[in-house]
T-cell receptor, first 115, second 112 residues
Framework: GAGVSQSPRYKVAKRGQDVALRCDPI?????LFWYQQALGQGPEFLTY????????KSGLPSDRFFAERPEGSVSTLKIQRTQQEDSAVYLC?????????????FGSGTQLSVL | DQQVKQNSPSLSVQEGRISILNCDYT??????FLWYKKYPAEGPTFLIS?????DKNEDGRFTVFLNKSAKHLSLHIVPSQPGDSAVYFC???????????FGEGTQLTVNP
């Protein structure tokens, strides 16, 4: 597709359930980012990949959060044993090159609700 | 510790007038600043950026001003159009950084 695609669009999980969120970046984009956006707040950085290498995961809030991009294209963000505070919109973004000064292209996000 | 702040949650202007959105930051090491626009149920889209070596960047109806001594940037939209109604986020990055730090956003409403 022409843009960054995320699925599912909405996810409702029971507390304690594991979830997996998928991101298809723009074809050929080297850099991929995950952000978490709580209601009424700006996006907060979670993690960054350059091709298949996860170069920065310092924004992941706990060891329940795990991200991968095994072949340097599609990425999955996994949250284990979900808790209510994990409820947020999870945004994926990609950019053509390595530098952060490249503008990011965001997907529409996955809205996660943990009950 | 909110390093990028947008103190106005909302702004309402008349069509054709100027919209001015403000953003303050605390980290003097930030060297690149961006504005993103977000419509409901969509991801943010890039609008305009500015490097810390400049104090102004213009793109059509959009101009971003950077005041490094005050750690303040602003986005001017002239003339404002109803289609500009959206949430606007400012963001900043460190040299060779791997992340953007976003403000909380300002909801702009342009009334016809």
């Amino acid at each position: 597709g022409a843009g960054v695609s995320q699925s599912p669009r909405y996810k409702v999980a029971k507390r304690g359930q594991d979830v997996a969120l998928r991101c298809d970046p723009i074809s050929g984009h080297v850099s991929l980012f995950w952000y978490q956006q709580a209601l009424g707040q700006g996006p907060e950085f979670l993690t960054y990949f350059q091709n298949e290498a996860q170069l920065d995961k310092s924004g992941l809030p706990s060891d329940r959060f795990f991200a991968e991009r095994p072949e340097g294209s599609v990425s999955t963000l996994k949250i284990q044993r979900t808790q209510q505070e994990d409820s947020a919109v999870y945004l994926c973004a990609s950019s053509r090159n390595r530098g952060l000064n490249e503008k990011l292209f965001f997907g529409s996000g996955t809205q996660l609700s943990v009950l | 510790d909110q390093q990028v702040k947008q103190n106005s949650p909302s702004l309402s202007v008349q069509e054709g007038r100027i919209s001015i959105l403000n953003c303050d930051y605390t980290n003097s090491m930030f060297d690149y600043f961006l504005w993103y626009k977000k419509y409901p149920a969509e991801g943010p889209t890039f609008l305009i950026s500015i490097s810390s070596i400049k104090d102004k960047n213009e793109d059509g109806r959009f101009t971003v001003f950077l005041n490094k001594s005050a750690k303040h940037l602003s986005l001017h939209i002239v003339p404002s159009q109803p289609g500009d109604s959206a949430v606007y986020f400012c963001a900043a990055s460190l040299p060779s950084g791997s992340r953007l730090t976003f403000g909380e956003g300002t909801q702009l409403t342009v009334n016809p």
